[in-house]
Every structure is written in structure tokens, then in C-alpha cells.
């Protein structure tokens, strides 16, 4: 069993597509804001596990206690995808995500390799 000590941080990823990219822009920014947490790049493409084009957020376990619920009631219909950052990037992904509006399906393949042991 896992302990949440493991959990580092948290990404919370804004998902967008062209007609909602300055939506996804100022609900980024005005995350990183009121919460202090870090907004990356608006990346205008599907990289990494990620299926549409997303900015991500960086915030700690008691950022993340404040941005969650305020994502939920701000997201305007944006997907966002969740998930901690422990020492297993399948298992934050596939089992520990946290889906706000539509879950979409993940690109996994590109953890093979990268398990640990349970």
C-alpha cells in the first residue's frame, strides 16, 4: 500500500484544442495566480501520454488540496486530467489519475518499461 509522503506533487493538465486555447490560457494563468503553482508552456499539440494539445500545473499536495475544487468549478467545460507524482509514472497515470469533465484515453505505451514492482 502506498503511502500519500510518496506523492511529490501534482500535475494538473488543461486540455484545449484551437477555438479553446485563450480559455485554457487565462484558466492557467490565473491559476498559477490565486495559487501560486506553475504553469508550463500552452503546448499546441498531443505530447507525452497526453491525447489533445494541454498546459500543465505544478502544484504541491496543499496547492493541489485548493486548485483541485477550484478547477472543478472554473474548468467552464475544459477537460482536465489529474494525477500525483510518485516514483511510478504508469501506475500515476493509468490508476491515480483524476478526471474532471470527459475522461479521454491516455497514450500508456510510452511507460513500457518503466513499471516497478507492487
Known amino acids: 500500500m502506498k503511502q500519500i509522503d510518496t506523492i511529490q506533487n501534482y500535475h494538473a493538465h488543461v486540455y484545449f484544442d484551437e477555438a479553446s486555447f485563450d480559455q485554457a490560457h487565462t484558466l492557467c494563468w490565473d491559476a498559477s495566480k ?34 483541485l475544487p477550484w478547477l472543478a468549478l472554473n474548468r467552464n467545460g475544459l477537460i482536465v486530467f489529474a494525477h500525483p507524482q510518485t516514483d511510478d509514472d504508469l501506475q500515476d497515470h493509468r490508476d491515480h489519475g483524476i478526471w474532471l469533465g470527459t475522461g479521454l484515453d491516455l497514450n500508456l505505451e510510452i511507460f513500457n518499461g518503466l513499471q516497478t514492482a507492487h
Open 34 to 67: 490565486f495559487f501560486g503553482v506553475e504553469m508550463g508552456t500552452m503546448i499546441r499539440r498531443p505530447v507525452g501520454p497526453h491525447p489533445m494539445p494541454s498546459c500543465q500545473l505544478l502544484a504541491t499536495p496543499a496547492q493541489f488540496a485548493k486548485l
